[in-house]
């Protein structure tokens, strides 16, 4: 059973270009969240998604991220128009139906803008 | 600001022995308790968890302990291994949210 799987590991972009994160959740779990990690810091919630529907978006910036979970393929975090400050790694969890607190993370993806 | 932090930032155990981390919280209201482990370049990894209806739960080699009164968690790691480097963190989920909440974790280091 294979685990969260996020790509790309790595993303570099340029100021202004459009970062697009993928995860796939673990085999049979529903229920996907997003975290931001700054160097020495822990990890900052974003947002909790299930397939088609985001349940709390309440970590996101008003601007510029937006993430969905399609019922067909990845959950995706958008970035558009990506600032320096953006860069960070970024980790997805998922957990399932019967366990909704105990996540399970991905090796995240490390996006650096130039 | 956070309302889960930790007491330091570093830890330097020697191997063998045991190590004790520790987590103080601040959300009376939250229910459930969890303790990652993350090593450089590689994502949180599930250690142990607890429910607020507990004061110690027990798992291969690891003690989380909890104490609502006080507001406080710690992680025991018993007979530690060069392999037990990595980055703690503790995690709390209120009632009711959605997300579980981070503190910014304790650098456990492992002297030969």
């Known amino acids: 059973n294979a685990g969260v799987m996020q790509n790309p590991r790595h993303l570099v972009r340029r100021r202004g270009q459009e970062a697009r994160l993928r995860c796939s959740p673990m085999?049979?779990?529903?229920?996907v969240y997003w975290y931001r990690q700054l160097p020495e810091e822990g990890l900052k919630f974003m947002v909790y998604?299930?397939?088609?529907?985001?349940?709390?978006e309440s970590g996101m910036p008003k601007e510029r991220f937006s993430a969905e979970f399609p019922k067909e393929g990845p959950s995706i975090l958008r970035i558009q128009q990506v600032v320096r400050g953006d860069s960070a790694a970024y980790f997805c969890?998922?957990?399932?139906?019967?366990?909704?607190?105990?996540?399970?993370f991905g090796s995240g993806t490390q996006l650096s803008v130039l | 600001g956070e309302s889960v932090g930790l007491h330091l930032p570093t830890l330097s155990v020697q191997e063998g022995d045991n190590s004790i981390i520790n987590c103080a919280y601040s959300n009376s209201a939250s229910d459930y308790f969890i303790w990652y482990k993350q090593e450089s370049g590689k994502g949180p990894q599930f250690i142990i968890d607890i429910r607020s209806n507990m004061d110690k739960r027990q798992g291969q080699r690891v003690t989380v302990l909890l104490n609502k009164t006080v507001k406080h968690l710690s992680l025991q790691i018993a007979a530690t291994q060069p392999g037990d480097s990595a980055v703690y963190f503790c995690?709390?989920?209120?009632?009711?949210?959605?997300?579980?909440?981070f503190g910014k974790g304790t650098h456990l280091i492992i002297q030969p």
């Open positions: 995690a709390e989920k209120p009632g009711g949210a959605d997300g579980l909440t």
């Open positions: 998604l299930q397939k088609e529907n985001i349940i709390d």
């Open positions: 085999k049979g779990h529903s229920h």
């Open positions: 969890a998922s957990s399932p139906p019967s366990y909704e607190e105990k996540l399970f």
